[in-house]
């Protein structure tokens, strides 16, 4: 480029930009193709996606100025209109007046994420967690009473399962539904403070009924001393028509979050209120009449994780939504990106463009990579979710748990990326970036939450790790550090292998390594092998510690299991980054048959993925011998050179995240920060 | 200890807690003095600290729930009670009006980051940006004029430097002042819309007055074509006494924002706009009568960055309120893991204190070490200022530099931290972190911009780089890739070993490591040694590769600054990094001889920051050679003990910052998800 007269800047401006999309710098890749790009991250279910593209409106998206009750009553409207509009069917069964299509309807779910947190997440309570849960775990009565309402939304419930005592340790809360023979009916009590049920959305202000999550109490035929069989769900009105609460419930309203204005979280405490025997949703555990209780599930463990397991819809929306979130984010950073200049260039009259620096490709490239790969897994976790609600009696018992393993991996690994990409995009945003109407701050505040909700991201990412280090040997549990050290099996360390071995795929990829020791880093197999290998011996070196403590010694095996939890952690998210991986490879092997250009350019995104683990990982890898000095230099100049070489494909990367253009509409795109002769004044300049 | 009957929990609560804080747990350091930590992290103006914390009322505390507009009134009353108390005097001189003790003043700026942010910003606005411009580059009559009611309140001033085109590039700005001889007036006029004043804290509605940065554009006497003189500060009266925009002027307002809702950001126009020659702020360059263009400082990039160094005390002040505001954050966290437990404990009745858990401990203990080494080097920072600006002729050229570019890495450094910091508290207290009243979120919202205002992190660290790579030899600026690459100089290594080798501690301590290949890793000579070898390391690779472009060349020479971005702000951090690990030394030096069992605490504070960086930096010290791998998994369990070991101590850590219960007063520290049988209701729980 050479100087150019500043009169003709807009002119500069078009050819600059035409030179990033379309001219000799895009040499270092075939031309791909945007639609296959979006291909690869629709999923299975593009038409979902469509479906909710085509219904966003401007009025759906994120209100700046009113305050929480003119929001909460616009995420109600914006519920209306999506019940009306038959949104909510297809999470239900036909035979509860739904249509049964659980793959669509959690895509769907996730593309709300995109348009406002709010509404995704009061759509994922009334539909996702308190229909999921009447519809999961309820009997063809109870959920033929309450269903048709909540579809139509003249129901309105919220999902009560989370103490303000007890967090994250669900499976010791501590309501109690006492069953009383004498009226057939259940006493839901809060027995102390801490038995309050909190955060729970919904609970604020709309909901009328909650499913509430409770110690069922029995007392027995022979009227022995009471006691639990474990956490059950009942369905509970906690209000009248008129909003009031019923006597004995007191619900309280949590007021302003760091988010989420239009959700109502709110407390509810029971004070001895009386339901009808009928109100326990009993697929997994059931009362008679004279009070013995009777369960198709023997162990109560096992009967809790399998409850849980039923509901695992909720923690995939949450990771989907995140993720959708986070590309909307990169889509508003990376146009700015190519648009925004700073500091004067030394060879044109203009400045330099954003995308242009080194440093703002490394803040951008290894998230849009991320974007594909996470976008990817997420995908795959709700296929495999779809295939099994249509035949769950086709998984057996590892296959069950496995899911749900990666459920929970998928959601700690998404939400957490999630929250640190907007966040990126807001600091490479600069001042305009901290201006509410350009988005990125709003979408900050309200996703930060999702790295709690459905699940603490820590707890999350230990429950994955335990799994590999048990061989899910033993009971599914969210975290029990004594049980874990003493079933940790013998032989965890094969499961990985094992595992990479079990498709044709993986096996002609691992295969094509020849030379362990020369293999250059970008080449497929031996990146799987690197990340098995990393996994394996992840796994295995936390096994051997685990062994070693005595596991028949509580305090021994806790602190055993606690002093090596930031190894544990480590296995959860290697397993994950693996996981990721094998998803990644799967998409890019489908395409390459449709159309290898586009492919390479996915290929070359699936790259970065695994150079920026190695990245951050560096220290591991050098500290195990599983890479030298010299290799992990050429990774950090690979990696550099793929930042560079795809920035040039950055519009069309984006572009095929399929965003509709409303929702990236944001001023700072449009004003003088970006086209400085032209530029429209931003909102509330009088001029 | 021993299972324990459930209904004197309350008794086991606090005898848990006085397990941590005064039993047998508490051997792994002598008893240290919280006095005397505190004395550590006070730095030299403990009174100014002091006055600000007795000054504290519960209604100068964030307001929750109220609107944009209210929050601007209350942010505006809290002002005025701090300027009836004289807060702003200590910030000016005594011919201004003042009492002209500098670090007083920033240090309690500094304390207003602890009490409502908002309510810092907009002081900071008023004091230190607009008032500082005036006092430090008006001449006296302007000053007498305008710093009296600037002090009092009665005039409200702001700071126009941001352009919505330009943004971090200052030096190019556009708006212009143009000189008529023919009135004695100056024109101020925005030519385009990238002109326009943007994010400006004030003009949205408050300021009446605006110190405008433009280019000062004469014509000359002999009637030559109009040139600019550089980048220069104009009072310029925007509002009328009834806040209307005056003729010529159009202001905006930006609305809402990702935070600081007490602050009114608005925008500027200027439209030929004249104002009498004597508003020009002319310490740095003035016009005579004829439109001769006179400046004591020949260059005019030398005159900028002077006026700019004029000015760091806002860079100064931002570092220091975000320190502050993730101390209380911290202590919030801290004080919530101290009484918050999750999951049964094996061995008693009581569930696990989160802080007992290895990854919180790691979450914690480390950014608890950093408070503490942040908090004194920008203490430090401040005693600098406070000591130049006594007497400015006592420092050299390069002394003046040091201390600019110290402000200004310590300010990139500590606002990143501190977002980083408070968004982990956030995570680390669950959903009662997510709730507005529980002070984080908030908190959060309000911080975020601290990275990008008074200079973005990025681009500062660069500069910091920069100043490292020249070694301070040519025009300090913010960012000039062709001129650095053409100036970088020929033994930039050797001057880190010279300034460590400058003090008698430092030598002291660097004398002490006999045997290099086999010291402890909490040696402290050997630290400095690794330190230090890092710098120079990271120096002397970056100038080699610098001096390898051709500066004549420009494209090359900018493609080869571009090229190794990452690297120059690897020198940045690095320099930084060591930095503020001196000033850590050299007041464990001063403590050590007061009471040698407190200094030992603050060693293993030094230690634990020190081990952070090099498990930050793992992957660069193994392929540099500069540690064996045994050595970083040595530091590695080092890191993990001392997080453990100093946890038993976080309650003295936390009390040692100086701040006052009113502030850390949340309603998670009281309810039942701490106190689960007699726990205190949350807000708005009717019951």
Redesign the interface.
Known sequence: MSAKDSSDKSAIEQDAQADRTTSSHRTHFPEPSVALLQKALDGQWPEAREEVRNKITEDMLPA??I??TAYRDKVLRDLNTLAEGGFAKAAFKEEDSGTGETGKALTAFEMLGMVDLSTMVKSGVQWGLWGGAVSNLGGKEIRQKYLPGTIDLSIVGCFAM?E??G???VQ?LTTEATFDPETQEFIINSP???A?K??IGGAGRDAQYAAVFAQLITKGPDDAEAESNGVHCFVVQIRDDEGN?LPGV??????????LPGVDN??I?FDHVRIPKSNLLNRFGDVEADGTYTSPIESSGKRFFTTLGALIRGRVSVGAASGAAARLALSIGTQYALR?R??????TSD??LLL????HQ?RLMPRIAQAYAYGIAQNAIISELHAFEANPDSYDELERRQLETHAAGIKATVSGWA?DTV?EM??AC????????NR???I??DL??F???EG???VLTQLVAKEQLTAYANEFSD?D??HLVGTVVGTVGDMVQERVRATTLWQKIVDSVTDRENTDLLERGHQLRLLTDREEHLVETAAQRMRRADSND??S??DTF?????HI?AVGRAHMDLYVFDRFIEVIDKIQEEDPATAEVLDALLDLYFLDIV?KN??WF????RLT?ER??AATAAY?RLCRSLSYYAADLIEAFGIPDLLTDVPMLR???V?????????????
């Not at 242009?356 to 440093?359: L, W």
């Open positions: 700046l100025d305050d929480r989370t303000i005592g967090g994250s340790d010791n102390t403070p801490a309050q909190a955060y609460d007191t619900t309280g309203d949590h007021g302003p979050k760091g988010g709110g407390t405490i925004r700073q500091f004067e260039h030394p060879s400045a330099v242009d620096y080194r440093e490394r929250n966040n807001r600091l600069g001042g305009a970036g901290y201006m509410a109407e990125l701050t709003g900050r505040a930060d939450v790295s709690t909700f603490d991201n820590v975290m550090p004594v509580k305090i095996a806790f606690n002093g090596a939890q930031d952690l990245d560096k220290g050098l500290e195990h011998n000095t992990t230099k550099n004003e003088a920060g086209d400085p002769e032209d530029g429209e004044q931003p909102a509330g300049f009088k001029a």
